[in-house]
């Protein structure tokens, strides 16, 4: 899930799932002079059975023509903003992800100290 910082408040931005029952209560309409709504089908007000407002933003990838919906708790934002930062964050997962996977837990690297071995020896212990 990325998050989006403004005016000290962060804000979520999260695929949609499947068993989430959302009701759409306003559709925003979208700008098409701006040059961030490529691919945005879609940019509603949607409420959760518990009441909870949030924005759902549908877009669909115009080389793979993927479709994918978004839901984030920013208002205020063109919505082609939203799916950038959520597509480029998820770029960066999925390279953590590989290097994670290729690197494994063998890795060479730093050894952590172990915590039984004590470095510091106290003077009432010591003989001379």
Not at 47 to 73: C, Q
Request: glycine letters at 4%.
């Amino acid at each position: 899930m990325a998050k989006i910082k403004t005016k000290r408040r962060r804000h979520l931005i999260s695929l949609t799932k499947e068993k989430m029952h959302l009701t759409v209560t306003r559709e925003n309409p979208i700008d098409r002079t701006d040059p961030n709504p490529v691919g945005i089908t879609a940019d509603e007000l949607v409420a959760t059975v518990e009441g909870i407002s949030l924005r759902r933003i549908r877009y669909t990838h115009p080389a793979t023509a993927d479709a994918d919906e978004f839901l984030t708790s920013e208002f205020t934002r063109p919505p082609g903003v939203i799916a950038f930062r959520y597509l480029r964050r998820w770029d960066l997962e999925k390279v953590f992800d590989e290097l994670k996977n290729k690197l494994g837990p063998s890795a060479p690297g730093p050894t952590p100290p172990s915590r039984n071995k004590c470095r510091h020896t106290s003077s009432a212990s010591r003989t001379t």
